[in-house]
């Protein structure tokens, strides 16, 4: 499918914009780090408590909370899954080998912007591992963002492995967190409130998902209703998101948006991590100028 560009806006967000790390509740850690460590390639970072600090080399990608009375949830808003972005076609298929080798259930999808790989942890939070073609690549001649969900060409992804060693010392030290999509109770609610009270720009919205971004990036967040049209926010002991963080450029930045939240007449609550705020499907976003 394709869309018209979209056109800078006085609130559209600097282009500098990027996530941080998204943080889940998990009811083993241990049975968790062994699956984020040795299946998903991430590097135990560090310990605070009941937490574990997750990456791949650089800032933390992903922070794990273990609850054991957490419980996983079914018609609720919330996670679809979180977007881990390695660096090149090669580093996809090098972490594609390593998934095959751990008998893991996947699921493809090359959406023209990018080539993905889909599965989900233990405890059921959806994750994604995904390649981005060049930009120029996103486009068609007529100036249009185009994008959709075709086949994977796995066999041209194994092929990038010819001359490859068979070991594999996990993902890449320029892997970052890509994107976020979120389970929202009505999309054009959810996505009205990223556009024009955060300043996400939209780049595509097709009625029952929505895709916005920052510097005309395909999306740094996504979101649906095929599994949560209507539905409630999960209970505060779930299985699944906390919150994610959204990296702003600067404090001039943040206080631009922070103005604009309180101004639409959501709560901004201080945390350690940054200024929380809740969409209207109370999915959790941190504001931030830290990438820590």
Request: proline share 6%; aromatic share 8%.
């Amino acid at each position: 499918m394709s869309f018209p560009k979209p056109q800078p806006r006085p609130i559209s967000l600097a282009a500098q914009t990027t996530l941080g790390h998204v943080r889940l509740t998990v009811p083993n850690l241990k049975r968790s780090l062994a699956f984020y460590q040795e299946v998903l390639g991430f590097r135990l970072q560090r310990m605070e408590k009941n937490a574990a600090h997750l990456g791949a080399g650089g800032a933390a990608l992903l922070v794990l909370d273990e609850n054991p009375d957490a419980k996983p949830q079914r018609f609720t808003t919330g996670l679809y899954h979180f977007a881990i972005l390695v660096p090149s076609r090669l580093e996809l298929a090098r972490a594609l080998r390593n998934f095959i080798q751990h008998d893991i259930e996947l699921g493809f999808g090359d959406h023209i912007v990018s080539e993905a790989i889909y599965f989900s942890d233990p405890d059921g939070n959806g994750i994604e591992v995904y390649r981005d073609r060049p930009r120029s690549e996103w486009y068609d001649k007529n100036g249009n963002f185009v994008m959709g969900t075709l086949p994977v060409d796995v066999r041209g992804v194994l092929r990038e492995l010819e001359n490859e060693p068979d070991a594999w010392a996990g993902l890449a030290r320029a892997t970052v967190l890509g994107h976020m999509h979120l389970k929202v109770a009505d999309v054009n609610r959810a996505a009205a409130f990223y556009r024009d009270v955060i300043g996400l720009d939209e780049m595509a919205n097709m009625g029952s998902a929505a895709f916005l971004s920052a510097g005309g990036y395909h999306h740094h967040l996504g979101m649906n209703n095929w599994e949560s049209a209507h539905a409630p926010a999960p209970p505060p002991d779930s299985v699944g998101l906390q919150y994610f963080t959204l990296v702003l450029p600067d404090a001039d930045e943040l206080a631009r948006v922070a103005t604009r939240v309180r101004a639409a007449e959501f709560v901004l609550q201080e945390t350690d991590a940054g200024l929380c705020v809740r969409d209207p499907s109370q999915n959790g976003m941190i504001l931030t100028t830290n990438n820590q």
